[in-house]
């Protein structure tokens, strides 16, 4: 592969960033930090001297006129990437977006509206050379609709749906979609929260992405538990889902 990694300078897509590179492939990192990204590409250099193309660009996901620019340094430094891997994301509380709607507007606006702008850029590229990998991070979040993630789970659900649509419209030119659907995993977004008894931890969800990633799924829950507790939650019904705090 010859894979960006946006997000890809901590938790789950550092992950990801470090497996591609041990197998030899090419790993582009963007992020929000250009000194967490050069030491991020430095240490995969380090780890896996003489393998894949290494490079990093700064990509601010409330900016997207940088998205095309990023996308060009990443296709200079890979020669054509074929892959997007997208893990970037912003978390908050329903409390804290309940009490601040500007947060509520730059959460939505990353995790779903910038985060399809910057799909699409990359969609297009793929598809002129023939197709190509696009793996998102949505969650078990937009599975259902469920109090204690309304806002951020809204913001997953638009991009679940959407990775949908564009594996329907464009499988046979050759895009192949990833949805992944953490449930709990320990990074430095769920910080400070209460892990559940099965929360995942980011090697494992990296290695099982990677593996949807190389068997070409559309969907992939981590950890696989999380498959069969939203497959139970779809199925409540509302008068349930009421009552429950989940
Ligand atoms: N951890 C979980 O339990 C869990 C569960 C379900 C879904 N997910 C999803 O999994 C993905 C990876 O999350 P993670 O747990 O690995 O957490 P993480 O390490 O905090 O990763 C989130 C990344 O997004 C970056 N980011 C935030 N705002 C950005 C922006 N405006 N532009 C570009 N990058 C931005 C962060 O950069 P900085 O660190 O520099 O701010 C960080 O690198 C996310 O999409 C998340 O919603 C996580």
């Keep these: 592969m010859k894979a960006i990694v946006l997000g890809g300078t901590t938790g789950m897509g550092r992950a990801i960033a470090r497996l591609l590179a041990e197998r030899g492939d090419g790993v582009f990192l963007m992020g929000l930090d250009a000194p967490d990204l050069e030491r991020s590409s430095a240490d995969l250099v380090a780890r896996h001297p003489g393998r894949g193309a290494i490079g990093f660009a700064v990509c601010d996901l409330e900016r997207p006129e940088g ?15 074929d892959t997007v891997v997208v893990t970037a994301a912003m978390f908050a509380t329903q409390e804290a977006l309940e009490q601040d709607v500007e947060l509520t507007r730059r959460l939505v606006t ?12 990359a969609r297009k590229r793929l598809i002129a050379r023939g197709g190509g990998r696009l793996a998102v991070f949505s969650s078990v979040a937009g599975d259902r609709g ?58 494992a969800v990296a290695l099982r992405v990677v593996r949807a990633m190389d068997r070409q799924k559309p969907v992939v829950y981590a950890p696989a538990m999380w498959a069969l507790v939203m497959l139970v939650i779809r199925f409540l019904p509302r008068f349930v889902m009421r009552r429950i705090g989940f």
């Design 110 to 121: 990353v995790n779903y509206a910038n985060t399809v702008v910057f799909c699409e850029h």
């Design 146 to 203: 469920r109090k204690p993630v309304i806002i951020y789970g809204s913001s997953k659900a638009g991009i679940t749906r959407y990775l949908e649509g564009l594996d329907h419209k464009f499988y046979a030119a050759g895009l192949r979609v990833l949805c992944v659907k953490p449930g709990f995993v320990k990074t430095g977004m769920t910080a400070g929260l209460k892990p559940p008894p099965f929360a995942g931890e980011p090697d």
């Design 67 to 81: 998205f095309a620019g990023a996308l060009d340094a990443a296709d200079a430094a890979l020669g054509q990437f």
